[in-house]
């Protein structure tokens, strides 16, 4: 089986980072920013467009927040190692599925290898939709609500749970951790 793994929001922790470095960087609006509980910037950081939000991550720093001192979501750091080894035991690999902007794969890379995330291939795409995988842990509704109705071969969406993605926990396989991938998928 080929188990696609986003990086963002699964693997490295970047919405409490951006927060944090909102707060560092602009503590007039630390008391405004809400609970993220969508994909939409400006619902939970009211004082910017998304456009603003968008040039203060990928263009202002990005590199703080893809680079490799970003910070990582520990449960997947610690589960890592046991998942790496249980699929190579039942011949499953490991496949990255980010949707990187040009500007932050480099970064993204330099991030994964300073963490050990290692895997079998790692694609950089927002048509996630289009990469062979079986399985694809997400946290964004929109990309798994893709992959689910236009995988190229009929793949699984699998919701790894964070607070933008409550509604896609109740129709989609959710998992809280990457090792319950091993009770998910068999065999």
């Known amino acids: 089986?080929?188990?696609?793994?986003?990086?963002?929001?699964?693997?490295?922790?970047?919405?409490?980072?951006?927060i944090n470095k909102i707060k560092e960087t602009h503590p007039e609006h630390?008391?405004?920013i809400g609970v993220p509980t969508s994909w939409g910037?400006?619902?939970?950081?009211?004082f910017w467009t998304d456009e603003e939000t968008e040039k203060y991550v990928f263009e202002d720093h990005f590199e703080e927040l893809f680079g490799?001192?970003?910070?990582?979501?520990?449960?997947?750091?610690q589960d890592w190692s046991v998942l790496k080894e249980w699929a190579k035991e039942q011949g499953?690999?490991?496949?990255l599925v980010s949707?990187?902007?040009?500007?932050?794969?480099e970064l993204t890379k330099a991030w994964l290898q300073r963490w050990g995330f290692v895997f079998d291939e790692m694609h950089f795409t927002h048509l996630k939709h289009l990469v062979n995988v079986d399985v694809l842990v997400d946290d964004s509704p929109a990309k798994l609500g893709r992959f689910?109705?236009?995988?190229?071969?009929?793949?699984?969406?699998?919701?790894?749970?964070?607070?933008?993605?409550?509604?896609?926990?109740?129709?989609?396989?959710?998992?809280?951790?990457?090792s319950d991938l091993m009770y998910i998928c068999h065999g």
Request: hydrophobic share 35%; with cysteine; proline share 5%.
């Open 1 to 18: 089986m080929r188990i696609g793994i986003d990086c963002d929001g699964v693997l490295r922790d970047f919405i409490p980072d951006l």
């Open 30 to 32: 630390a008391d405004k």
């Open 41 to 46: 910037w400006e619902e939970w950081l009211p």
């Open 68 to 77: 490799p001192e970003a910070s990582v979501i520990e449960t997947s750091l």
């Open 92 to 95: 499953h690999e490991l496949i």
């Open 99 to 105: 949707a990187q902007r040009k500007n932050c794969v």
């Open 148 to 178: 689910k109705k236009q995988s190229i071969n009929k793949g699984v969406p699998i919701v790894y749970c964070q607070t933008w993605n409550t509604k896609s926990q109740k129709s989609k396989i959710s998992i809280d951790r990457l």
